[in-house]
Structures are given as C-alpha cells and as structure tokens.
C-alpha cells in the first residue's frame, strides 16, 4: 500500500492528525496495535483545554462534547484546612472543558469512515525502515499476513512504549527523565462527583485527586508508593482514604459506589529531542511525558499534531518544507512550558518520601504565597488553562 503519511498509533494523536490531514485533502493511513474496544477501555485524561476543544471544532466532530463535556471555571488547591479556589475565568477569560479522553476517542473513531482515514487496528510486530530517505515505509503483521506501507512521512503518534522513538538514533537525539517515587491509584465510579470542581489536595497520607466525567460519573485518584498493588486496595479503602485525604468538607458530599475501573499509572517527566529525524516524527506521549498533576498530556498531544499538521499541509499543498524543518523547535518550546509546570504542581501537591520538614514549610510557603497573591494565581490559571500556541 502507498499513502503520504503512514501514522503509528491510534490515540488522540494518531486520529487527530490522520482527521486533520484527510480534511485538506492528504492521504493518511493509521496503524494501530490493539483492537478499538482496547483503546476505549483505557480510563486516561479528563481535562482539555482550547487546544484540544478548537481542534474537535476545526474537525466538526464537537457536537457531542459541546452537548456532554462541563465547561469549568476554576479548581480548588487544598492543604489541610485551606482550600484556595483558582479561578481560572476571572484571570483567563477562558475555560476548560471536563470531557473524558475515551469520549474524544471515541468521537474520532467513529467518524474515521466517512471521512476516508483508515485505521488498522489489531496490527502486530510493527516496524519502521528507511526514515533517513525520502521513501520510509511501515510494515507490520495482520492475520498471519505480513504488509507494507510507504509513504512520504511517518508519523510516530505511538505513545511512550511504542517503536516510533527507537527508530531515531542515539547519536543524535537526547532523552531527559525524572521519574517520581509514586504512582497515581485511579477509580472510576458511576456516582455524582463530591464537588462541581476538581479538588487537588495535598494530606499528611498523600496527593489526593478529586475529578469527574460527568454529573454522574466520578474519576479520583490517590498517591500510592510504587510497589503499591491493586489487590491491596478494596473499594472500601480507597473511599475511606480519599475521605481522609480530600477533608472533611469534602467527604460529606462523597457518594461511595463500586469501581469500573481501578488502575495505577506511574509519574514520569520525560521529553525526547529532537522530535524530527528524517522522514519520522513523533508527537504526543511518544516524545514526551509529563505527571498527570497539570492535566497536560492529552493537551500538548493536541497542540504537536496542530504543529505537525501544519508542516505536513505546507509541505503537500504549498510545496513549502520550511515547516516540516521548524516543527521541532516549535513543538518543543511549549512541551517545556507544559514539562515546567506539571513538574512544578507535581512538587507542591505531592508527599515526596526523600522530603523533610524543610520541604514541607516549601510547601506551605508557596500554598500562603499563591492563596494571597493575584500574580500566582493569574500564573497557575494561564498555565492551566493553556498558553497559546
Ligand atoms: P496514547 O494515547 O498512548 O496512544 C498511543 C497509541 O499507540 C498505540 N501503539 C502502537 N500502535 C502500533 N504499533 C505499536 N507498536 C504501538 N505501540 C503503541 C497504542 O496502543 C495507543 O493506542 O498516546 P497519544 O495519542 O500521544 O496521547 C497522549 C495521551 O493519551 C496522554 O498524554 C494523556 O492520557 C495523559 N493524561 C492526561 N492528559 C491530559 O491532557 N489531561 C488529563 O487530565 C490527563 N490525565 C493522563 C491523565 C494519563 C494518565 N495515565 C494513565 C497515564 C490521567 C492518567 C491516569
Ligand atoms: C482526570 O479526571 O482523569 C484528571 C483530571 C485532572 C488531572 C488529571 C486527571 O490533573
């Protein structure tokens, strides 16, 4: 098979840029390991900013998340008594918009026929070849079959345990990491939410999250150390835990139900330069990762595909390649701005076990600090609420 952009992945960086090259007309085919089904049963992101809700509009695929997403106006920061309301309208002028991952997902898939992107699904042992040459192609395995495509560019939108990143070689590219010693325990639960808001605490037990999916879905979360295991938390303990965490004003309003899904994600700071080599590019978890803490990842996916897609439409419709040689500094200056920042929330919010009584008066400090000052809420709303692109 021949395409001009063969995409390795079909999360929100896969299918937004397979949607956004098919609406100017370029030819794009999406090569995804796992069935739809899988893709759906992942329980990730919960927050998008305007990156991400500009780009479903652009699409013509927002009725559906104008009609069920919540736009939010602020979150709330709390420390034992305090709880400091960040309100990121007032300071921003925008919103963000609680609207689930496998929505936006789910929304991209299903118009993925009509609109003429191909997704393969359920596709094994996939492989990049010649991405230094002007010619690359894919090949991978399907029902025994062995395929081909090539193409003019890849697009590695394969997350951070696809083969997209190892085809880039050593000699030129740079990894930074910081991995953190905990990881986030999650319960999705069809109950009312405790509070209209997100709730980010920060207890003597740990980090504690309190979000949502809708007016009757919750989604929370819990700082677990990271040899934590699923087995050892009861529906039961988690609520218990969460009650304790989140205070006592918010756990009068929590509403216990059985999980239908629980899980543990690790939290990981990690980008990857440069991210262009050649022919392949990556975008998305692929090339970076940030702590969920900023609610950035599925955001800074978005805004690397609005990067990319504009250099691969240059390049197949004007014949101009300036933004093909530009879209990894571009998608790099922001991914910085987003590392920063969820890496910064991550430290305040967080029990850290290497910490002692001076980091905790840190903690403090800064919490007083933000609760009194116009600048630093202004900073955490415009970071959360996204910089421009
Ligand atoms: P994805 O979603 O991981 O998709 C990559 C796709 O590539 C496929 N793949 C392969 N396909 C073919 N061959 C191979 N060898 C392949 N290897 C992998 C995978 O099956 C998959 O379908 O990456 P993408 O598209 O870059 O999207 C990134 C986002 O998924 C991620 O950044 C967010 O989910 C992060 N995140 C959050 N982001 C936000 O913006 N707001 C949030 O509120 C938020 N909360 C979260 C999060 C991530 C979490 N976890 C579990 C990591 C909360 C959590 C708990
Ligand atoms: C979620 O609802 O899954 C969620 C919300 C905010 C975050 C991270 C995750 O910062």
Partial sequence: MKTQ??????????????HLLRAEGIDAVVVERQSPDYV??????????????DLMERLGLDARMHAEGIPHDGFNLADGERLIRIDITALTGRQVMVYGQTEVTRDLMDAAPARGLEVIYEAADVALHNVESDAPSISYTRGGAEHRIEARFIAGCDGFHGPSRKAIPERVARAFE?????????ILADVPPCNHELIYANHANGFALASMRSETRSRYYIQVPLDEKIEDWPDDRLWDELAVRLGPDAAAHITRGPSIEKSIAPLRSFVFEPMRHGSLFLAGDSAHIVPPTGAKGLNLAASDVVYLSDALIGYFRRNDADGVAGYSGRALARVWKSERFSWQLTSLMHRFPENGPFERRM???????IANSDAAQTSIAENYVGLPL
């Avoid at 992101?45 to 990156?51: C, D, F, W």
């Fill in 5 to 18: 952009v063969a995409i390795i992945g079909a999360g929100p960086a896969g299918l937004l840029l397979g």
């Fill in 40 to 53: 759906l049963g992942r329980i990730r992101a919960g927050v998008l900013e305007r990156v991400t809700t």
């Fill in 178 to 186: 910081k991995v953190y010693p905990f990881g986030w325990l999650g």
């Fill in 363 to 369: 903690q403090v400090a800064e919490l007083d600090y």
